[in-house]
């Protein structure tokens, strides 16, 4: 079954990181790229960054620059999106989304995972 | 940067009638860089259209794409009760993607 499976959800104090997992399967994971996008509650969807997972090359949204961190594990078909100094405006469901290489769209999404920042 | 404004933020219809969701860039953008996706509540979002107007695997034909330079349509005839939920457009600019804020439709 082709799928994005993420991690459960976080519960961080202002300041901290949260890191988050999204594993694949039932495809070859290492042909499409991942994206990581927020959705706050009641607003939309953000883009926040990419990973290209045959190189491990990852570029971010401008305003996430030097707090996001993008990785990936082959061996496991996992990304992982890690976001540090955190604060109550980082609160959201966060998701990962599969793209096919200069498919500019998301053709699978994981199901998401709340983070909340709470002091 | 690229700004993707959607219009209306609501629109409040009745199964049967059809809908026309509106997305503009703030720069021209191909139109191949354009999707549509639907979101129901506390679910992700689901890939609709890409291209502009290429239907996604396993979407009606209920849902119709189109547009070009800064301005794209959804159109969405004879609604059906499973069709209400928010619609977001997407784009992609280098090095950046985009999404508009969303378009409730409501019963």
């Known amino acids: 079954q082709v799928q994005l499976v993420q991690s459960g959800a976080e519960v961080k104090k202002p300041g901290a990181s949260v890191k988050v997992s999204c594993k694949a399967s039932?495809?070859?994971?290492?042909?499409?790229?991942f994206h990581w996008v927020r959705q706050a509650p009641g607003q939309g969807l953000e883009w926040m960054g990419i990973i290209r997972p045959s190189g491990g090359v990852a570029d971010s949204a401008q305003r996430f620059q030097g707090r996001l961190t993008m990785t990936r594990d082959t061996s496991t078909s996992t990304v992982y999106m890690e976001l540090s100094s955190l604060t109550s405006d980082d609160t959201a469901v966060y998701y990962c989304?599969?793209?096919?290489?200069?498919?500019?769209?998301?053709?699978?999404w994981g199901q998401g995972t709340l983070v909340t920042v709470s002091s | 940067e690229l700004v993707l404004t959607q219009s209306p933020g609501a629109l409040s219809l009745s199964p049967g009638e059809s809908a026309t969701l509106s997305c503009r860039a703030s720069q021209s953008v191909p139109a191949d860089y354009l999707a549509w996706y639907q979101q129901k509540p506390g679910q992700a979002p689901r890939l609709l259209i890409y291209a502009a107007s290429t239907r996604a695997t396993d979407i009606p034909d209920r849902f119709t794409g189109s547009g070009s330079g800064t301005y794209f349509t959804l159109t969405i005839s004879r609604l059906e009760p499973e069709d209400f939920a928010v619609y977001h457009c997407q784009q992609y600019l280098y090095p950046a993607y985009a999404f508009g804020q969303g378009t409730k439709l409501e019963i």
């Open positions: 039932g495809y070859t994971f290492i042909n499409y790229y």
């Open positions: 989304a599969r793209e096919r290489p200069e498919g500019y769209r998301f053709d699978l």
